[in-house]
């Protein structure tokens, strides 16, 4: 039973809080991310859950790219070139951030009860850190001259870099898959 001013296991904060986002699913803003149009007939959730799409599409697949030529693949890829891609992922981060924070202003309180959401929540922030790291250890990383003449020059990856790659592509895969489940597991809109 609820005490007045308490929620189960929270407080007084916590039911501000969540007045708060009672009132902002209602502002006029947030009921046009979800029932407007963009531009009619392109309703504004679903051009925006584009974005996101692509957005994710970039920073993904290049993290992707730039996993695959860490793990030895295609070495005509430079790692230096490689880390040059990386920054244009970050351009796919910001896009993935920016519609999403408006996605989620559709209706914060229904993403905050989903378990899912807070699991890629937690993956993202786990790649983006590991991304971080990989442009950092591949600015570090030495040539050395190729023995056969006119040979490209010899890059010698570590393991642990490899290892750091195999882990951010298994975070972004964790991530994908648990924002692609949120759609299924979300609870119906709260009262």
Request: net charge positive; with cysteine; glycine share 8%.
């Amino acid at each position: 039973m609820k005490k007045k001013g308490k929620l189960s296991g929270g407080g007084r904060k916590q039911e501000m809080i969540w007045e708060a986002l009672k009132r902002f699913e209602a502002t006029d803003f947030a009921t046009w991310v979800r029932e407007g149009d963009i531009v009619e007939p392109f309703s504004t959730f679903y051009t925006l859950l584009g974005a996101h799409s692509i957005g994710m599409a970039a920073v993904v697949g290049i993290c992707w790219i730039v996993s695959v030529r860490i793990f030895g693949f295609h070495q005509t890829l430079s790692l230096q070139a490689a880390n040059q891609l990386i920054r244009v992922g970050w351009w796919g981060l910001y896009l993935n951030f920016a519609s999403g924070m408006i996605l989620l202003s559709a209706q914060p309180r229904r993403e905050l009860l989903t378990g899912l959401f807070w699991v890629k929540i937690a993956f993202i922030v786990m790649a983006v850190i590991s991304m971080l790291v990989m442009q950092k250890a591949l600015a570090r990383i030495k040539t050395a001259p190729n023995p056969d003449p006119g040979g490209p020059p010899i890059e010698v990856v570590p393991i642990n870099l490899r290892l750091l790659a195999f882990a951010l592509d298994m975070f972004w895969i964790v991530a994908i898959v648990a924002g692609r489940l949120i759609g299924y597991t979300q609870p119906p809109p709260p009262l």
